[in-house]
C-alpha cells in the first residue's frame, strides 16, 4: 500500500511538472474566453471583450453585393439592422470553461497535440421587414412582366409573347441572409423565376385586325366569328351597309326553310344561277317560292324571319331591283348612328356581325347544332344546310376574302359591291376548325376594287395566320 501511494506521488508531481508549463501558457493566453474556443471562426489569442467585439463586427459590417442576373446591388448590414450578437456568443463561450475542458486542453499541449478547436457558431439579428422591404424595391426595379404576343403588320402577324421574371421572395431572403452571416464570401445570388407569357389570344388578333382597318382610306367594318370556341371580334360590326348579293345568304337560308324536300330541277336552277352568276332575277323567283309565287311575301316573310333569329339590322324593303316612288324608311338601331354613315340602300341593308352570324348558322346548323335548329327545330335538318352552303360555294369568284386563304383551303363565300360599298362573308374551315368572317368597305362616291381587293385580302390572310399560330400551340 504504502508503495502505492510512493507511485501515485511520484506520479502527481511528475504529471504537475508536465503540465505546469501549459497551465501557465494556458493562464498567459486566457482572455474573455477559454483558449481553444473560437468565435464564428475568429481566433481570439486572448483578447479582451472590447477587442472581441470590434473584431466580430469589422467582419460582420462589410457590405454585401447582390446580383440580380447581371445587375449587381450593394447591401450594407446597417439597411437591413444586421447586428452581431457578442454577448450572446461570449455567454456560449464560458461554458466550455470547464476543469475537463482545461485537463483536455492541458494535456493536448502538453503532449504537442491540441485538441480541437471549439467554434461558437454566429449569433445576430436583422430586421425581416427590412430585408424583405429592400428585396421588394430590388424586385420593383429589375423584375420583368411578360410581354402579350404583339401584332406585326408589315408581316400580317403575331409574335410570340416573350417571358418574364420574377424575384423569390423567399428564396432570395434566404440568400441575403446567407452572405450577411458569411464573413468570407459576401456576396448572394438573387433567384427568379421565368414568368410564362400569356397565350396568343384572339386580343392580339384583333389589334392587328384594327392596325390593317386603320389603314383602309374610308369606314371599314369586320366581324370574325370562330365556330370552334364562340370568339369572336367585331370592329365597327353594327354599322349599316348597303345589303347587296350578300342578303343572297338569307334568302337561301329561307328557301330552304320552305322546302319539305330536296329542291326540284326548276327550284335548284333558280339557286344555282342565284348563287353561281348573283342573278338579281332569279334571286326574286326565290323569293316568290318563300311564298307561293309572290316576292313581296317572299320579302316580308324573310324580315320575319330576321327578327327570329335575332338580325334586328338586316332588312328587304322590296325584292331586288324594286324601286318605289318614295325611297323606303326602314329604322334600325344600326342605320340610326350618328358617328358613322356609310349612306347605306334604303332597300336593303345588313350589317357586318348580322351577315357574319346568318353564315355562321348555316355552318353550325350543317354540324348539327347552333341557332337555325333551335328556333326551326322542324323546318332545317343538317342535311339541307350543308346542302345550302354547297350552293354557296358555286362562287367561284377567287378574291376578296377567299384570297387570304392558302391554295387549297375549304371556303365558300358571297360577296356584293356597289360603286362605293363592297361587301363579303366567307366561310373557312381553318388549321383550327371552321370559322366565319365579313368585311364590309365605304369610300364615298367610288371604290375602287384595287383597293378593296388588297384591304381583304390582308385581312383574310392576317386571320388565317392566326389560326395556324393557334393550331400550332394546340399541337
Known amino acids: 500500500m504504502r508503495k502505492l501511494l510512493i507511485t501515485l506521488g511520484i506520479l502527481v508531481v511528475l504529471g504537475a511538472a508536465l503540465?505546469?508549463?501549459?497551465?501557465?501558457?494556458h493562464?498567459?493566453?486566457?482572455?474573455?474566453?477559454?483558449?481553444?474556443?473560437?468565435?464564428?471562426?475568429?481566433?481570439?489569442n486572448g483578447a479582451s471583450e472590447e477587442e472581441v467585439a470590434a473584431g466580430l463586427n469589422r467582419l460582420f459590417e462589410e457590405p454585401v453585393s447582390v446580383y440580380y442576373g447581371d445587375h449587381r446591388i450593394i447591401l450594407r448590414p446597417q439597411m437591413v439592422g444586421f447586428q452581431v450578437d457578442v454577448a450572446a456568443m461570449l455567454a456560449e463561450a464560458q461554458t466550455y470553461d470547464t476543469p475537463f475542458n482545461l485537463v483536455r486542453a492541458l494535456v493536448g499541449q502538453a503532449l504537442d497535440r491540441p485538441p480541437a478547436p471549439v467554434d461558437v457558431p454566429l449569433?445576430?439579428?436583422?430586421?425581416?421587414?427590412?430585408?424583405?422591404?429592400?428585396?421588394?424595391?430590388?424586385?420593383?426595379?429589375?423584375?420583368?412582366?411578360?410581354?402579350?404576343p404583339q401584332p406585326i403588320l408589315a408581316t400580317l402577324s403575331i409574335a410570340p409573347g416573350q417571358p418574364g421574371q420574377q424575384l423569390d421572395l423567399i428564396a432570395s431572403r434566404e440568400r441575403v441572409i446567407a452572405a450577411l452571416t458569411d464573413p468570407q464570401t459576401r456576396g448572394a445570388n438573387l433567384i427568379f423565376r421565368e414568368t410564362l407569357p400569356p397565350p396568343v389570344s384572339m386580343t392580339a388578333l384583333g389589334e392587328l385586325l384594327q392596325a390593317r382597318v386603320d389603314q383602309f382610306p374610308g369606314i371599314a367594318s369586320l366581324f370574325l366569328h370562330?365556330?370552334?370556341?364562340?370568339?369572336?371580334?367585331?370592329?365597327?360590326?353594327?354599322?349599316?351597309?348597303a345589303g347587296m348579293s350578300t342578303l343572297k345568304i338569307i334568302i337561301l337560308s329561307e328557301v330552304y326553310r320552305k322546302l319539305d324536300a330536296a329542291p326540284d330541277p326548276e327550284v335548284s336552277r333558280l339557286i344555282s344561277e342565284?348563287?353561281?352568276?348573283?342573278?338579281?332575277?332569279?334571286?326574286?323567283?326565290?323569293?316568290?317560292?318563300?311564298?307561293?309565287?309572290?316576292?313581296?311575301?317572299?320579302?316580308?316573310?324573310?324580315?320575319?324571319s330576321l327578327r327570329k333569329l335575332g338580325l334586328k339590322n338586316t332588312f328587304m324593303a322590296t325584292p331586288y331591283d324594286r324601286k318605289l316612288p318614295t325611297p323606303p324608311h326602314v329604322v334600325t338601331e344600326a342605320n340610326s348612328r350618328t358617328d358613322l354613315s356609310t349612306q347605306p340602300d334604303p332597300y336593303m341593308q345588313t350589317t357586318p356581325r348580322d351577315i357574319g352570324l346568318m353564315l355562321t348558322m348555316l355552318v353550325e346548323c350543317s354540324q348539327g347544332g347552333g341557332t337555325l335548329l333551335a328556333a326551326y327545330p322542324n323546318q332545317y335538318t343538317p342535311a339541307e344546310c350543308q346542302q345550302a352552303l354547297d350552293y354557296i360555294s358555286l362562287n367561284e369568284v377567287k378574291a376578296l376574302l377567299t384570297s387570304g386563304a392558302p391554295e387549297g383551303t375549304r371556303v365558300i363565300h358571297k360577296h356584293g359591291y356597289v360603286g362605293d360599298t363592297h361587301g363579303d362573308a366567307a366561310a373557312f374551315w381553318g388549321p383550327a376548325g371552321p370559322y366565319v368572317l365579313s368585311v364590309f368597305l365605304y369610300r364615298p362616291t367610288w371604290l375602287e376594287w384595287a383597293i378593296s381587293d388588297s384591304t381583304m385580302r390582308e385581312l383574310s390572310q392576317a386571320v388565317w395566320n392566326y389560326f395556324e399560330m393557334v393550331s400550332g400551340e394546340q399541337q
Open 274 to 304: 342565284t348563287m353561281a352568276v348573283s342573278g338579281n332575277y332569279t334571286a326574286n323567283l326565290l323569293l316568290g317560292v318563300i311564298d307561293a309565287g309572290d316576292p313581296n311575301e317572299g320579302v316580308r316573310i324573310l324580315n320575319a
Open 226 to 241: 370562330d365556330i370552334s370556341t364562340g370568339e369572336e371580334i367585331a370592329i365597327n360590326a353594327d354599322v349599316a351597309y
Open 27 to 44: 493562464r498567459q493566453n486566457a482572455g474573455v474566453a477559454p483558449p481553444g474556443v473560437r468565435l464564428a471562426g475568429m481566433e481570439l
Open 123 to 148: 449569433r445576430y439579428s436583422f430586421n425581416r421587414d427590412a430585408v424583405d422591404n429592400w428585396l421588394a424595391d430590388i424586385a420593383s426595379r429589375y423584375d420583368r412582366p411578360p410581354l402579350p
Open 19 to 25: 503540465l505546469t508549463p501549459s497551465y501557465l501558457r
